[in-house]
């Protein structure tokens, strides 16, 4: 199948020879998993009828829709920089993977290596589009409007895969976590700046994930010297409206130490949502718990207890007070106690403390989730105003204003967020498939991250995979089959 070359020989070996030959080798078949659940969820369906894409028609060669399912299927695959679309443009998989053609269209080249052509219509695309078609895709998702879409659909998405797997209903009750994480930027990327709390240079995004399920729900950036609680409030109330429409009946919110501030609170109890949060110790909250952090007469039990407290508390900023609860922890070996502040708008019959905390500490779940997302996916929030100097290897007769930086890598997280979901929803189903706890990154190295060859025979395309894998999507396929974008 074309000319073979032989590359060089290993020493530690002689009868080892390495060769190049022009065959459809890949290692991201994948990317066929990834494309299944992508039309089986409906996602690039839901972001085609509502983005707003401003290119002239006659200069259209790849479509918005191949353009969103290259963006979503090299970041799920890994490739976290645009210009590996330019190493993967001949990758058999990834072409019949983001196409809109059936058949073996997406295969075909315009012009072979010997000069006969088999397309003479240059608006049919021929290989990935390139880094800079994918970065014109970027700034057109930057608008507000845009922006606003990607978002809804993050959320969108994820209801469509849980109502999936429970037969089209929603919950009654779920927890939206909502927390702020680090990402390291390297550069002077407009809105980055110096945290001293991270030592680094970075942005600082608001996250929603649903606690039950490891859904991201919504995503939010920020600039780097943000506070914790920063826009939390106009984040948050949208996002449970949202989440009551398309996943539960009552969505209860739960943050960490840094998000109690009276607007929030106060946000939160007038639209009667349930919240708990963490509260950070201070000199009066001390003098409060002293009375309690004794330890009690007699012998330690075997095991460490905890101790529970209800009390009320109103800081100074607060306009009223509010139910507190009062954590006190026996750790084995230790001379003194230990204890942390919870605050909440549930009533104590309604969750009283021991369920409380429970339910507090369930919250390292959504972190390992957020954790996932930037071990696995690492968005790469790169883009900063560089004139253009060539186009097309000439130079440009008209020089266009660059996009806004900082709204394209707002752009850029949010299509990050939507690659994790869609690789959770092949998760979700492999972990039903096999009854066995997976993570991110397993996924993508027994799943996602497969060899695979590309064989065209009577106008068909095969892909052969190898044993192992094979075996795994075997009983993966069946299930992903199941996800239903009406459920």
């Known amino acids: 199948m074309?000319?073979?070359?032989?590359?060089?020989?290993?020493?530690?070996?002689?009868?080892?020879?390495?060769?190049?030959?022009?065959?459809?080798?890949?290692?991201?078949?994948?990317?066929?998993?990834?494309?299944?659940?992508?039309?089986?969820?409906g996602v690039v369906e839901a972001l085609t009828s509502r983005l707003s894409d401003p290119r002239s028609p006659e200069w259209i060669t790849h479509p918005l829709s191949e353009l969103l399912r290259s963006s979503l299927l090299l970041l799920a695959q890994g490739h976290r920089d645009q210009d590996d679309a330019d190493l993967l443009r001949d990758d058999g998989v990834l072409r019949l993977?983001?196409?809109?053609?059936?058949?073996?269209?997406?295969?075909?080249?315009?012009?072979?290596?010997?000069?006969?052509?088999?397309?003479?219509?240059?608006?049919?695309?021929?290989?990935?589009?390139?880094?800079?078609?994918?970065?014109?895709?970027?700034?057109?998702?930057?608008?507000?409007?845009?922006?606003?879409?990607?978002?809804?659909?993050?959320?969108?998405?994820?209801?469509?895969?849980?109502?999936?797997?429970?037969?089209?209903?929603?919950?009654?009750?779920?927890?939206?976590?909502?927390?702020?994480?680090?990402?390291?930027?390297?550069?002077?990327q407009p809105g980055s700046e110096y945290n001293g709390h991270?030592?680094?240079?970075?942005?600082?995004?608001?996250?929603a994930t649903i606690g039950e399920t490891g859904d991201i729900v919504d995503g939010q950036l920020r600039a780097g010297n943000a506070h914790t609680a920063e826009g939390a409030l106009d984040f948050i109330?949208?996002?449970?409206?949202?989440?009551?429409?398309?996943?539960?009946?009552?969505?209860?919110?739960?943050?960490?130490?840094?998000?109690?501030?009276?607007?929030?609170?106060?946000?939160?109890?007038?639209?009667?949502?349930?919240?708990?949060?963490?509260?950070?110790?201070?000199?009066?909250?001390?003098?409060?718990?002293?009375?309690?952090?004794?330890?009690?007469?007699?012998?330690?039990p075997a095991e460490p207890r905890t101790f529970f407290y209800e009390l009320s508390y109103q800081a100074e900023s607060w306009s009223r007070p509010r139910r507190v609860v009062l954590l006190v922890l026996?750790?084995?070996?230790?001379?003194?106690?230990?204890?942390?502040?919870?605050?909440?708008?549930?009533?104590?019959?309604?969750?009283?403390?021991?369920?409380?905390?429970?339910?507090?500490?369930?919250?390292g779940t959504a972190e390992g989730h957020m954790g996932e997302m930037m071990d696995v996916l690492n968005p790469a929030l790169s883009s900063a105003i560089r004139p253009k100097s060539h186009y097309r290897k000439s130079v440009p007769v008209v020089r266009y204003e660059p996009g806004e930086p900082f709204e394209i890598n707002e752009a850029l997280l949010l299509m990050n967020l939507l690659a994790y979901e869609i690789t959770h929803a092949v998760r979700v189903s492999v972990e039903r498939a096999t009854g066995r706890g997976y993570s991110l990154r397993r996924i993508r190295e027994q799943v996602l991250r497969v060899a695979g060859r590309v064989l065209?025979?009577?106008?068909?395309?095969?892909?052969?995979?190898?044993?192992?894998?094979?075996?795994?999507?075997?009983?993966?396929?069946?299930?992903?089959?199941?996800?239903?974008?009406?459920?």
């Open 330 to 363: 026996e750790r084995e070996d230790d001379l003194f106690l230990h204890h942390f502040w919870l605050i909440t708008n549930w009533a104590d019959d309604q969750m009283p403390a021991a369920d409380l905390c429970e339910h507090y500490r369930e919250r």
């Open 2 to 41: 074309g000319e073979e070359v032989t590359l060089f020989g290993a020493g530690f070996n002689r009868s080892l020879r390495v060769e190049m030959r022009e065959e459809r080798l890949t290692s991201n078949a994948g990317a066929v998993v990834l494309r299944e659940a992508m039309e089986r969820l």
């Open 198 to 207: 991270y030592h680094s240079r970075i942005y600082h995004p608001l996250i």
């Open 237 to 300: 109330l949208p996002l449970v409206d949202r989440l009551e429409q398309q996943m539960c009946q009552i969505a209860a919110v739960r943050m960490d130490a840094g998000f109690p501030a009276e607007p929030l609170l106060d946000g939160l109890e007038t639209r009667r949502i349930p919240y708990v949060a963490r509260v950070r110790n201070n000199r009066v909250l001390d003098s409060m718990a002293a009375p309690y952090l004794r330890r009690p007469v007699g012998r330690p």
């Open 97 to 188: 993977a983001v196409s809109d053609r059936r058949g073996i269209g997406p295969l075909m080249r315009r012009q072979r290596a010997e000069g006969r052509e088999l397309s003479k219509n240059p608006e049919v695309p021929d290989g990935l589009a390139s880094q800079p078609t994918l970065s014109r895709l970027m700034r057109t998702l930057s608008s507000l409007g845009n922006r606003q879409v990607l978002r809804e659909e993050l959320t969108a998405l994820a209801a469509r895969r849980f109502r999936a797997s429970r037969g089209g209903h929603r919950q009654r009750d779920l927890t939206l976590d909502v927390d702020s994480l680090p990402i390291e930027v390297h550069g002077h």
């Open 456 to 487: 065209l025979h009577a106008r068909r395309a095969v892909l052969i995979i190898e044993t192992r894998a094979a075996s795994l999507w075997r009983l993966l396929w069946p299930v992903v089959l199941q996800l239903d974008r009406h459920g």
